[in-house]
């Protein structure tokens, strides 16, 4: 079946450390991959996608290249702040619409200044 | 343009009883999801609805019903709640196209007792 299987937390890095989250998936077909990003209290937020091989994604410094052959969608960023102090998930879709949205466990990223 | 909205935000309920959760999808959008997200897990695909109709559903029993009205905005009822039924329910919306962004609410909490 679709899944996704993504670096484990809790991570802590300093300011302006450079930050990787590992996320690899299996699916049938040709998946979009997504990171979205939960702060407290609060509900997803979309971080970036790629909806083909060899895409990239970016946003707000954040970077994923959808690697086919590696099946990943890894998550980096060279200067993490301790504003970016959230729970990031990875997630895929192979379905149109967006159906069955499947996602990781979450990795739980703590920033300290 | 208005964002995805849920109701209520928290929630608590006996086991054994029916519960109703509200979503307003984002304007312009005819897809809406359910998500059921326990704690410190990621987002489990409930069902989703484009355009009145249920278009897919996760592992989840009939007791997990959903309706979505005129308007796009949605309902997911559980009846005979369980312990386990306990989480964050999110709703998200989208446009419909393959890889478009599905933009979430904050969610609703439920806990049962």
């Known amino acids: 079946g679709n899944s996704v299987t993504q670096m484990e937390g809790p991570v802590t890095l300093s300011e302006e450390a450079f930050l990787t989250i590992n996320c690899t998936y299996t699916?049938?077909?040709?998946?979009?991959l997504f990171w979205y990003v939960q702060y407290p209290g609060e509900g997803l937020q979309l971080l970036l996608k790629?909806?083909?091989?060899?895409d990239k994604g970016s946003n707000k410094g954040f970077e994923a290249t959808y690697r086919k052959e590696t099946t990943s969608f890894h998550l980096e960023k060279g200067s993490v702040q301790v504003s970016d102090s959230a729970v990031y998930f990875c997630?895929?879709?192979?379905?149109?619409?967006?159906?069955?949205?499947?996602f990781g466990a979450g990795t739980r990223l703590t920033v300290k200044p | 343009e208005t964002g995805v909205t849920q109701s209520p935000t928290h929630l608590i309920k006996t086991r054994g009883q029916q519960v109703t959760l509200r979503c307003s999808s984002q304007s312009g959008h005819n897809t809406v999801s359910w998500y059921q997200q326990a704690l410190g897990q990621g987002p489990q695909f409930i069902f989703q609805?484009?355009?009145?109709?249920?278009?897919g559903r996760g592992n989840f029993p009939p007791r997990f019903s959903g309706l979505q009205f005129p308007n796009y905005s949605s309902e997911l009822n559980v009846n005979a709640l369980e312990l386990d039924d306990s989480a964050l329910y999110l709703c998200?919306?989208?446009?419909?196209?393959?890889?478009?962004?599905?933009?979430f609410g904050q969610g609703t909490r439920l806990t049962v007792v």
């Open positions: 609805y484009y355009r009145e109709e249920e278009n």
């Open positions: 998200a919306s989208s446009g419909g196209d393959l890889g478009a962004e599905a933009f």
């Open positions: 699916a049938t077909g040709y998946p979009s």
């Open positions: 997630a895929l879709s192979v379905l149109y619409n967006n159906n069955d949205m499947r």
């Open positions: 790629a909806t083909k091989a060899d």
